[in-house]
């Protein structure tokens, strides 16, 4: 598509139930990122996939999130058991790649995910 | 470990005059800074760049300069405009030093809100 797309727009879901929130990227995008602004927070490092490499996981708060990415294309953010804490909006972002040496590859964001947990 | 700071959470300014946004790193390991503008309920969009090598960029009414020295840099918008008005992210891209590539993931401040009065 034209654009980063998110799904679903939003989510509203009770502690300790699992959700799942996807993004598909823009076609031929080998990078794929996940971030999350939580209310009157800054934009906070999930995780990043870059073609066929292991993922950076390093930004996961958890072991209750993982992601995993299908294909190169579609990724899928889980969060199991969730808590109330975990409410924010859940960005995706893609580019066409991660590891050049010139040029700052920029980053395409989606309109994100607004997760709220009761 | 907040590697980019951004210490104003908000600034109001009339249009037609300047707008500066400030930004403060403290890594020096970085090879492009970004900023990026978000309007509500939207994703960021990529704003402008400048790589490390260089100490202005300008890209219209948007200029970015960067002061190695100091660990800082900083984005001017003239003349404002209400349409202005949005969050603005500074982000850094790390470099690498295992391959002399870049890190794709960019680590984002956590913003500053810009409200231009007409």
């Known amino acids: 598509g034209a654009g980063v797309s998110q799904s679903p727009s939003n989510k509203v879901t009770e502690k300790g139930k699992d959700v799942e929130l996807r993004c598909d990227p823009i076609s031929g995008h080998t990078a794929l990122y996940w971030y999350r602004q939580s209310l009157g927070q800054g934009l906070e490092f999930l995780i990043y996939?870059?073609?066929?490499?292991?993922?950076?996981k390093s930004g996961l708060p958890s072991d209750r999130f993982s992601a995993e990415r299908t294909g190169g294309s579609v990724s899928t953010l889980t969060i199991q058991r969730t808590q109330q804490e975990d409410s924010a909006v859940y960005l995706c972002?893609?580019?066409?790649?991660?590891?050049?040496?010139?040029?700052?590859?920029?980053?395409?964001f989606g309109a994100g995910s607004r997760l709220t947990v009761l | 470990d907040q590697q980019v700071k951004q210490n104003s959470p908000s600034l109001s300014v009339q249009e037609g005059r300047i707008s500066i946004l400030n930004c403060d790193y403290t890594?020096?390991?970085?090879?492009?800074f970004l900023w990026y503008k978000k309007y509500p309920a939207e994703g960021p969009t990529f704003l402008i760049s400048?790589?490390?090598?260089?100490d202005k960029n300008e890209d219209g009414r948007f200029t970015v300069f960067l002061n190695k020295s100091a660990k800082h840099l900083s984005l001017h918008i003239v003349p404002s405009q209400p349409g202005d008005s949005a969050v603005y992210f500074c982000?850094?891209?790390?470099?690498?030093?295992?391959?002399?590539?870049?890190?794709?993931?960019?680590?984002f401040g956590k913003g500053t809100k810009l409200s231009v009065k007409p």
């Open positions: 890594n020096s390991m970085f090879d492009y």
């Open positions: 972002a893609s580019s066409l790649s991660s590891g050049t040496v010139s040029g700052a590859n920029v980053l395409t």
């Open positions: 996939f870059q073609g066929n490499s292991a993922p950076d």
């Open positions: 982000a850094r891209r790390a470099r690498s030093l295992e391959n002399g590539g870049s890190q794709g993931n960019l680590i």
């Open positions: 400048i790589s490390s090598i260089k």
